[in-house]
């Protein structure tokens, strides 16, 4: 019996048979099925996000018939036979059957080719190597990819070792799926060839790393993938120094027990040591993007120390001083720290109180300073921070004359 998914939505959308009909104009019928991550999603019922295409039409060829029916086409990797398609704002991503001509275990020189089994043989994994028509007849020329996702096996295509060779990327990729779709014992075979190249992950580009392992950190729970990567020898490659697996593990439990959505970048700061230094350099190496490195390091600060026990006062001053998302992570932290799921309750209460207050504006400005007799200078910030100290420490006085007499005590006693 032929596997079939059936006509999907994603299918049969009028953008997606737009895209199909033009391809297949030019290229003839089943000239351009449905591949990758949607075709394996729907085979074990996960939301599909991206659609992709795969083709025996050249990027040219492709090309030309998309826009002759009116789709717009990016070239976003000619070089390796991809394009993107256009229809009515919906992207679909268009690749050329391919094969691998030369490879260095970084990038690849292809051939395009006709041959739907000689593209699948140069994919990753069995799950990703599946095809659909468009009335959802499944093409599987691996012959395990429909079994493997359904039992959710992480195997090579062929030889572990060979597709490790052409790509190392994929040894972060295999850990990435496993955190995502793996079910079971893992492959025992693609582990040991993980574990023999481990080294070469470093010969890839930081941002290729970073993607990939931000990806595998986002799954819901990643705690087996990432114990393996450490055991494999991967982890310390990608991270290397003293890492925090049982603060990274706490957390994963806490964001899964609680309901809290998961958080890729936190758990990569639950990872890394509390050094802020650290956390500086190990964003530098993974080349994460400015809003990302400015997380982990506020995240890494050590004070002020959270604790469960601190009163709504201490909460209000350390939300102050921190901001409502750093205040988030460090007490997220301090909760997967702690480990003790009998005060889970205080921790998840200091959240809900910090995210549920507004601090008010500080009432001075360095106007009020000048008047008050201080001379334009360094001075006028140095007394505007003591009073705002002040201020903070009297719980966010709503009292501005306080303030004022407050602020002339200060100037007094500096400026005489």
């Given amino acids: 019996m032929t596997d079939t998914i059936g006509e999907r939505p994603w299918m049969t959308t009028p953008e997606a048979r737009r895209v199909m009909d033009a391809l297949e104009a030019a290229g003839g019928p089943d000239s351009a099925r449905f591949v990758g991550g949607c075709v394996r999603n729907a085979v074990i019922g996960r939301p599909i996000s991206d659609v992709d295409i795969a083709t025996t039409l050249t990027p040219d060829a492709a090309t030309k018939a998309l826009e002759a029916a009116g789709v717009k086409v990016v070239p976003t990797g000619v070089e390796h036979g991809t394009v993107t398609a256009v229809a009515d704002g919906k992207p679909y991503e268009v690749t050329t059957l391919r094969r691998d001509v030369e490879t260095d275990g970084r990038r690849a020189v292809v051939a395009f080719t006709t041959d739907w089994r000689e593209d699948a043989e140069r994919r990753d994994f069995t799950l990703n190597s599946l095809y659909a028509r468009r009335d959802g007849t499944l093409y599987d020329p691996t012959g395990h990819g429909v079994a493997d996702a359904r039992a959710g096996r992480i195997v090579f295509v062929g030889d572990a070792e060979m597709r490790l060779r052409e790509d190392y990327l994929r040894s972060l990729r295999f850990f990435r799926f496993l955190a995502w779709y793996g079910k079971g014992e893992p492959d025992a075979a693609a582990l040991a060839a993980i574990a023999k190249y481990k080294d070469q992950v470093s010969t890839l580009a930081a941002e290729r790393i970073s993607a990939e392992l931000l990806k595998l950190l986002a799954a819901d729970d990643p705690r087996e993938a990432v114990r393996l990567m450490a055991e494999t020898g991967v982890l310390a490659v990608v991270l290397p120094g003293p890492l925090n ?67 709504p ?52 400005t360095g106007e009020d300073v000048l008047k008050s007799g201080v001379p334009k200078g360094p001075l006028v910030g140095q007394v505007l921070r003591e009073v705002e100290d002040w201020w903070v420490d009297h719980d966010f006085l709503d009292d501005k004359m306080s303030a004022i007499e407050k602020l002339k005590a200060i100037a007094q006693g500096m400026v005489y």
């Fill in 245 to 311: 697996l049982a603060r990274f593990e706490g957390l994963v439990a806490i964001e899964s027990e609680q309901l809290f959505e998961a958080d890729a970048v936190l758990r990569l700061a639950a990872l890394l040591p509390q050094d802020q230094i650290a956390a500086t350099g190990m964003s530098e190496r993974l080349r994460l993007s400015n809003a990302d490195r400015d997380r982990l390091v506020a995240a890494a600060a050590p004070t002020p120390k959270l604790k469960s026990w601190m009163s």
């Fill in 313 to 364: 006062r201490e909460i209000r001053r350390a939300v102050y001083r921190l901001g409502h998302g750093a205040f988030r992570d460090r007490a997220k932290l301090a909760w997967a720290e702690a480990n003790r799921t009998a005060v889970g309750p205080q921790w998840r209460g200091m959240i809900a109180l910090a995210e549920g207050w507004q601090a008010p504006a500080f009432p001075l």
